[in-house]
């Protein structure tokens, strides 16, 4: 269009940012079909005299696990490393190892690699832990003669955690061409930082995300984490330099200390979905920095400012309002920690670590009066890879039943909630061509109203069945608007 | 050549603008310059809404003989991409050239046929006076764009004539005319990158709005909130007779007058005011946008309405349009441009009140960008006091300006709060 050219050209700087440590938005799975392929081998070699058979021994606390995402239309294989944690098999594995979205009846085919043997032993999902975001898998009897849990390499008097500058080593595993073959990495402590966990960082990359770290005397000091980003500058002939943010997936330097994971070990869930959940009911927990703290007169601690209290949540029950500061936690002040966001993961750590049921107390400012509130948690509604899903092949959609968050996604009040979303549109199918996306908000089918899930799929079922049906219209929701959409079929 | 068309020629001036531009955190001068066509003996051009904005601090117009004179603006309306200017005679007159103004005639863009020769005249590239010949490519060209006059909506109420005759930047805002000279449309913009895909308002359109913007400034249209969606292919499933006629509606805009009376996506509207409505294909809706628009702020329109076979009529008190786009200002001592938040930008966004400004711009190394604000936020709070006005801001701004203090903002990213201290 010939607007007439005026502005100034805007340069954003970019802020890297420089701790993405758990939970951390990048979710990087390791999908062996189409990973980089791996180059850095093992640094330096060993101080120790006795580290060969250290190494032997620990080698056998970890393994591969390998599961199938089967979707709609595909397959996806991926492939995770694991720790195990006691004599039954029990292997736990990283919060990023599943893809959230993923239905848990759609994660199939866990098998457990003991490194170097290219023969897998059957496992079951056993589910996600909230706490520690870990997923557990539990592998077949085969193979309790050929691991050792972690617990064997924790003796009374282990440290909590290593010392700073403590030459730290663990293990990485090959890629499974390679029959997962376990190598050696080590290094420098080089910081300790409560994120809130507390997280070592080590001078380079120790061991793989989701495998023990280990002192010089062999005893368990942590467990890798996914690594953070770090800033490089980028040449190249055509761009100048301009930061980019590079992630080594496959090894990381940062790893949650001894005293934060062995408590832990014991949280298997009861059953695959995780649950019991326990629930706040708030959105959009926002941390502060220490100008808006000084200004708000609290000097040596922190508040998180609540954006939104969620209709008919434990939060509203209790009283909590849009807009108040949370001040505390059962009388005890937030810490001040660092960088201002791991504020909002220590709320969280506090309600996962709890049961549905139990209280919280609350210290809220609300203008400048604080306000003591106990909610009494409830149990998380359902969750999205729990909702119930329909996939229709000819008319190229599937249908997903409408869970709490969807509402929170399309910003209506609990009590309009309803229909159906649609959660995969076939590339080139009948729905596709007529315009539908992803995360449409399915209102009508027919002009009818769909109100419930069994319904939508009744009806779309009817449709799918009927050979002489040559159209159908849907109206979607997408945002504030919505659209009339005619499918042509055949 | 005919004379009606040497008359037109001394009617073309190219118009050099500056005007203020608010987007960098700072007040800022931009130049540009486009087209325009003298209309009246009194001196008063017709150009486009993009050519001259109300931000325009500097109009100058170069006229036929190459002397350039001063211009006011005195009508701007970006629904329909027209601007209208008063040159000052004042001045002309003081100058004493040997120079009788003229002016052009308006030719009717109703009875242009495609494959019909049309001429452009304007300013391609800042080259004075161009004449380019084409064809009338379409002349009932549908398009609709939220953001086209800098960022403000436009073609909802017209639809435009399309030509391949040379439409480069710079001629926008001159006229588009046939043989003899007379004015059939406005130049106003074409596809960049394309081989001659040009477009223009039809003279219908641009009379009528020359005519309300001389009378009152600008234009109020009625708002109901419809978004309405061609019927084209659908009857058949709506089992309608083509004569029916009916609009369809893609969607109701959250809290808007139809939204209230109970209209729905997905429903026919088949009548307004008992009067049928034909709206099968997209290029006969802007006329019907148009009906509706030109009814009175606050009447009542009724709308017969077909949902799942049923007809039944809805009363829709109208409201006045408004543009997404709200008041901008440029807070300069914090580095922070804003505009207000408009009715329609907090329905567009599913805002549930209009409180706050919107972050346009940030000056990197001033206050609000220290603070840690972003382009793209909503400040609704500032010292806990709601933003309910610009001046509300501007207030707190000046008081800043006169004692530099610590200041508490209030400020959503999308539905996320967040408080910023912005600080000398």
Redesign the interface.
């Known amino acids: 269009?010939?607007?007439?050219?005026?502005?100034?050209a805007?340069r954003e700087?970019l802020r890297p940012s420089l701790f993405k440590l758990l939970p951390s938005p990048v979710r990087m799975r390791r999908s062996w079909a189409f990973g980089p392929v791996m180059v850095l081998m093992a640094s330096g070699a060993p101080a120790a005299t006795d580290l060969p058979a250290l190494w032997a021994e620990r080698a056998k606390s970890v393994v591969a696990v390998e599961y199938v995402t089967e979707t709609e239309t595909e397959r996806q294989l991926t492939a995770s490393m694991g720790t195990v944690i006691d004599g039954e098999g029990t292997i736990i594995l990283p919060a990023d190892a599943v893809d959230p979205r993923a239905a848990i009846w759609q994660l199939k085919e866990f098998k457990v690699y003991v490194p170097s043997d290219p023969e897998s032993v059957p496992a079951v999902y056993l589910g996600q832990d909230a706490f520690t975001g870990w997923h557990f898998v539990r592998a077949a009897e085969a193979i309790r003669s050929r691991v050792v849990p972690i617990t064997a390499f924790v003796r009374d008097g282990s440290p909590d955690a290593p010392e700073l500058a403590e030459l730290v080593w663990g293990i990485g595993l090959r890629h499974k061409d390679e029959d997962f073959a376990p190598y050696l990495l080590q290094g420098h402590v080089a910081l300790i930082q409560s994120l809130p966990q507390r997280v070592a960082i080590a001078q380079q990359e120790v061991a793989a995300p989701g495998l023990p770290v280990f002192n010089r005397s062999g005893e368990f000091v942590g467990l890798a984490v996914s690594s953070f980003g770090q800033s490089y500058l980028q040449f190249s002939r055509a761009v100048s330099g301009a930061p980019v943010i590079l992630i080594n997936v496959e090894e990381s330097s940062a790893f949650t200390v001894a005293g934060e994971v062995l408590p832990y070990l014991g949280r298997v869930p009861q059953h695959a979905s995780g649950r019991p959940l326990a629930w706040l009911g708030t959105?959009?927990l926002?941390p502060?920095?220490r100008?808006?703290a000084?200004?708000l007169k609290l000097s040596a601690q922190s508040g998180v400012?609540?954006?939104?209290v969620l209709e008919g949540s434990p939060a509203e029950q209790a009283g909590l309002e849009?807009?108040d500061i949370i001040l505390a936690l059962d009388g005890e002040p937030l810490p001040r920690l660092k960088p201002d966001r791991v504020i909002v993961t220590h709320i969280q750590r506090e309600i996962d670590r709890r049961a549905p049921g139990q209280t919280l107390g609350l210290t809220v400012l609300r203008?400048s009066e604080r306000i003591e509130l106990a909610v009494v948690l409830g149990e998380q509604p359902k969750l999205m890879r729990e909702a119930e899903r329909k996939y229709f092949d000819t008319l190229g959609l599937t249908a997903r039943e409408f869970v709490y968050s969807d509402g929170i996604a399309q910003?209506i009040k609990p009590a309009e909630a309803g229909g159906v979303i649609v959660h995969y549109v076939k590339p080139s199918s009948p729905v596709a061509i007529a315009g539908l996306r992803r995360e449409d908000w399915l209102?009508?089918i027919?002009?009818v109203e769909v109100e419930t899930f069994p319904e939508a799929v009744e009806q779309l079922g009817r449709i799918e069945r009927d050979e002489t049906r040559s159209?159908f219209?849907l109206?979607v929701?997408r945002?504030?608007?919505?659209?009339?959409l005619?499918v042509k079929l055949r | 050549m005919n004379p009606g068309f040497n008359r037109l020629l001394e009617a073309v001036v190219r118009i050099d603008v500056r005007e203020i531009a608010f987007e960098a955190g700072t007040r800022r001068y931009a130049s540009s310059l486009g087209s325009g066509v003298i209309i009246s003996p009194d001196g008063i051009v017709l150009t486009n809404a993009h050519v001259v904005s109300r931000r325009a601090v500097e109009i100058n117009v170069t006229l036929a003989n190459l002397e350039r004179v001063g211009a006011k603006l005195i009508g701007w309306d970006h629904w329909t991409d027209l601007a209208v200017l008063r040159i000052d005679l004042e001045e002309v007159k003081r100058r004493d050239w040997a120079w009788e103004m003229s002016h052009a005639e308006f030719g009717d863009s109703h009875a242009l046929y495609p494959a019909q020769v049309v001429y452009a005249v304007g300013t391609p590239h800042g080259l004075t006076r161009t004449v380019t010949r084409g064809i009338v490519s379409n002349q009932n060209r549908y398009f609709e764009d939220s953001r086209g006059v800098n960022g403000y909506e436009t073609g909802t109420f017209n639809t435009w004539l399309q030509t391949d005759a040379a439409i480069n930047p710079g001629n926008s805002g001159g006229p588009l005319v046939t043989e003899d000279g007379r004015v059939v449309g406005i130049t106003s913009r074409g596809y960049l990158g394309a081989n001659n895909l040009g477009f223009a308002i039809p003279s219908a359109t641009a009379r009528a709005v020359l005519e309300a913007l001389l009378r009152d400034g600008e234009i109020v249209r009625s708002y109901v909130g419809l978004v309405p969606g061609a019927l084209q292919d659908l009857e058949n499933f709506y089992s309608l007779e083509l004569a029916a006629g009916g609009v369809l509606i893609n969607s109701v805009d959250p809290g808007s007058p139809a939204a209230r009376a109970g209209l729905r996506g997905g429903d026919l509207v088949m009548a307004i005011d008992g009067e049928k409505v034909d709206g099968r294909f997209p290029e006969q809706l802007p006329p019907i946008q148009n009906r509706i628009a030109s009814r009175p702020v606050g009447a009542t329109l009724t709308f017969t309405v077909r949902r799942n076979g049923e007809a039944r009529d809805y009363p829709v008190v109208t409201e006045k349009l408004e543009s997404r786009v709200g008041e901008e200002w440029a807070l300069e001592k914090w580095g922070l441009s804003v505009r207000k938040v408009s009715r329609a930008y907090a329905r567009e966004n599913q805002l549930e009140e209009e409180t706050g400004v919107v972050v346009i711009g940030l000056q990197s190394g001033f206050p609000a960008a220290v603070a840690g604000l972003s382009r793209g936020d909503v400040i609704t709070k500032i010292n806990q006091q709601p933003i309910d006005t610009l001046e509300v801001i501007k207030t707190a701004h000046a008081k800043y300006e006169a004692q530099p203090e610590p200041t508490l903002f209030e400020a959503r990213r999308n539905r996320r709060v967040s408080l910023y201290i912005v600080k000398p």
């Not at chain 1, 945002?479 to 009339?484: D, L, M, R, S, Y």
């Open positions: 269009m010939n607007l007439p050219a005026s502005g100034t805007r700087k959105y959009g926002e502060m920095d100008d808006v000084k200004f400012v609540v954006s939104e849009d807009r203008g910003r209102r009508e027919d002009g159209e219209v109206l929701r945002g504030a608007e919505t659209a009339v005619r």
